[in-house]
């Protein structure tokens, strides 16, 4: 399909890119620990449809320690079989100083980043909203109510991300409602894998009680053990 073409143009250019200086960065969508969000939009102009670009900051590590943490979260997504409610990362870019346009899109960068500026960018489709967004839009009625249809929708989406998470034993620690995507059809993707592990054990889907002494703390969210 025409979708899927366009899909595959833009995974070619990503993995040709080794900066930050082909894409032009629209604005700033959302802030994270471990990165922060832009759309953005190839400036090769056979690169049809806006992406998104995680910019995993350097806060004075070694560039290649820095390209390894998006590599991870690259890895644990490519871990796994393709599915529609989970992210597709497109490529990855960098380890690059980061540009001046993001700097002045998100001036906490400027006091954030190390004083070498380094930076790797996970390029992803572009999705215009997350859930927790979607969810207080409508219930202010900046939109159209969510129909009993769409959010029967949501939940199966929910269920079948975490379905394909649990069947192929990846540990993702950070699902929550603004990490769960929104595409134009209202389709859920979840998205943020940086925190993700795959695991061989068995037993890893356990009930915890964060309150308890007992609970596993190696199969618990980081919000969970602040």
């Known amino acids: 399909t025409m979708a899927l073409q366009r899909l595959r143009n833009a995974q070619k250019f990503v993995e040709t890119q080794t900066n930050f200086s082909r894409f032009e960065v629209l604005e700033l969508i959302g802030t994270g620990s471990n990165g ?8 090769d102009r056979r690169v049809q449809g806006d992406l998104a670009i995680k910019v995993v900051i350097n806060y004075g590590s070694d560039p290649q320690v820095l390209l390894g943490a998006a590599v991870q979260e690259q890895s644990s997504i490519s871990a796994l079989p393709p599915h529609r409610n989970i992210v597709e990362i497109l490529g ?16 906490q960068l400027m006091k954030e980043a190390s004083s070498r500026n380094d930076a790797v960018g996970i ?30 929708g949501m939940c199966l989406d929910v269920v079948l991300a975490l379905r394909h998470l649990q069947r192929y034993k ?21 998205a943020d894998f940086g925190c993700a592990q795959q695991t061989t054990r068995e037993d890893w889907v356990v009930p915890i009680d964060s309150r308890s002494e007992e609970h596993t703390s190696e199969l618990q969210s980081p919000r969970a053990s602040r």
């Open 170 to 190: 990846c540990l993702h620690f950070d699902v929550k409602l603004n990490n769960f995507l929104v595409a134009s059809d209202l389709t859920l993707v979840l």
């Open 36 to 43: 922060v969000v832009f759309k953005c939009r190839a400036r």
């Open 123 to 152: 390029v992803m489709r572009y999705h215009p909203q997350d859930l927790e967004s979607c969810i207080t839009r409508h219930q202010s009625g900046a939109t159209s109510r969510l129909t009993s249809h769409d959010v029967f």
């Open 92 to 107: 990855i870019v960098g380890p690059a100083p980061i540009p001046q346009e993001i700097f002045d899109l998100c001036p």
